[in-house]
């Protein structure tokens, strides 16, 4: 779908949620081929399968089905005599494609705040910096696009005599037993005694059906095979599915979450596969089925919540997704001219990006808002920052599980979880010409210790 039909659904999906009329939509949507059967019944099972769930999932979904996609939902309308609904988004449309820079994003610039009171002298200016702010004044400074963009790209690297960040070594002696007395108090850290601690589920979505456009993921086998042997080596019984579709996905995520984890201390989930932006309202992103339908990040968290999964009540539910956040490409910042260790000129990293579906906009919270789970012992660890791509070597497997699985084999024996993690942005934030940063979303009460 391309921006100005998107910006349109934005603009009135407050009052699409609130009077879409969903259930004489299903067949006009079949018949017009927007939806396939699959995905009208994951869109009628969305939420609590209230219409007001159904319409603001379809909202969502209608926003992957392709550059005709808002045309063709207009008709559907029309068919089933919601003439207003139609008439609204057909002017609107209509409207946004004569004017586009109307429903252009804002064009926002990096803003640098300079330090407090420092003085031109230490910058090497020997006059007044007429942006200089006074002391004890903080003023945004907008840098133009000669300052923003490098003359020549190059890859940013460590210097020989800097260690690399997955070595830097964590403190001395006080800081060891500071770990010793979290890992023994069970208000500081979860216990993981049970052997094995937990169960781990890993998809592996390599090849896709042609029909959804996306490329096979060459070098997500690597990946795989390393993580299911780091999470045997850390006590977890290891599950691997490959190639699911959206549909196979949510059923293998809800049978694991049906299970009955009691005697169990932990739960791990790994989604190796493509993704894109998403409408969301705790977690952003969406994953992709090989059959090209997405499944939301918050979806798949909230299977495992407490209603759905009462027997991991408390206890630490740990996510892992190497997949695109969107398909912006960092190009980071200039600050050495040689290839970094690992990365050759001719080495050919791919992105496990798709098209854009949704960025900032009007989310019908209020309505939402009320029934959202609580979302405690949950970890979110992306393997990007939202919006953009992430890298993966066809040969040695993605940046971030390759990352991962070495800062987990050095560390894990001594480390909590969110340091551990901290190690991984690190390392992979100084690979590669184009540059990528893991982060996470954390929910946890207390710090995580793996059973090595």
């Known amino acids: 779908m391309n921006e100005a039909d998107r910006q349109v659904l934005r603009r009135y999906r407050l009052r699409l949620v609130s009077e879409l009329q969903v ?4 067949d006009a949507l079949l018949n017009r081929e927007l939806f396939t059967p699959d995905m009208i019944e994951e869109i009628q099972r969305a939420g609590s399968g209230s219409r007001r769930d159904q319409a603001r999932q379809l909202i969502t979904d209608l926003e992957t089905r392709g550059s005709q996609a808002l045309s063709l939902f207009i008709s559907c309308l029309e068919d089933t005599g919601q003439n207003m609904l139609a008439s609204l988004l057909r002017t609107s449309s209509q409207a946004a494609r004569q004017h586009p820079e109307a429903i252009r994003p804002l064009d926002l610039k990096p803003v640098v705040l300079r330090p407090e009171g420092l003085k031109p002298e ?15 004044k903080l003023v945004p400074v907008v840098l133009g696009p000669k300052e923003l963009w490098p003359a020549k790209l190059r890859p940013e690297v460590l210097r020989p005599e800097v260690p690399r960040p997955v070595d830097i070594g964590s403190g001395g002696l006080s800081d060891v037993c500071a770990q010793d007395r979290a890992k023994g108090n ?3 850290a979860y216990v993981l005694s049970a052997d094995p601690c937990g169960r781990c589920l890993i998809v592996n979505n390599v090849h896709f059906r042609r029909e959804s456009g996306l490329r096979t993921r060459t070098g997500s086998s690597v990946d795989c095979e390393r993580l299911q042997r780091r999470f045997h080596l850390l006590h977890f019984v290891v599950e691997v599915e490959c190639d699911l579709t959206a549909k196979q996905m949510v059923q293998a995520l809800v049978e694991l ?15 190796l596969s493509h993704g894109c932006q998403a409408s969301h309202l705790q977690f952003p992103g969406a994953v992709y089925g090989t059959d090209g339908c997405p499944v939301s990040v918050e979806r798949i968290v909230n299977i495992f919540n407490g209603t759905g999964c009462p027997s991991l009540r408390g ?13 912006q490409k960092d190009h980071g910042f200039e600050v050495a001219s040689t290839f970094p260790e690992g990365q050759t000129p001719d080495s050919d990293p791919e992105p496990d990006a798709t098209p854009f579906q949704e960025g900032p906009g009007t989310v019908d919270q209020p309505d939402a808002v009320s029934s959202l789970p609580t979302p405690s012992d949950i970890l979110v660890s992306y393997s990007t920052f939202p919006g953009f791509v992430s890298w993966r070597d066809t040969k040695s497997g993605s940046w971030y ?37 893991p982060g996470c979303f954390n929910f946890l009460r207390k710090k995580l210790f793996f059973k090595t």
């Not at 206890?315 to 398909?327: H, M, S, T, Y």
Request: contains cysteine; negative net charge; charged residues 20%.
């Open 122 to 136: 230490s910058l090497g200016v020997g006059k007044q910096d007429p942006l200089m702010p006074t002391p004890g």
């Open 186 to 188: 069970a208000n500081l």
């Open 401 to 437: 599980i390759e990352t991962l699985d070495s800062v987990f084999e050095q560390w894990a024996h001594c480390e909590d979880l969110q340091t551990l993690l901290l190690r991984v942005a690190n390392a992979v934030s100084v690979k590669g010409i184009y540059k990528q940063i």
């Open 257 to 271: 979450a049906r299970r009955d984890h009691s005697a169990l201390d932990c739960c791990v989930v790994v989604i």
């Open 315 to 327: 206890k630490p539910k740990l996510f892992f997704i190497q997949a695109c956040g969107g398909e």
């Open 23 to 26: 259930a004489s939509l299903w």
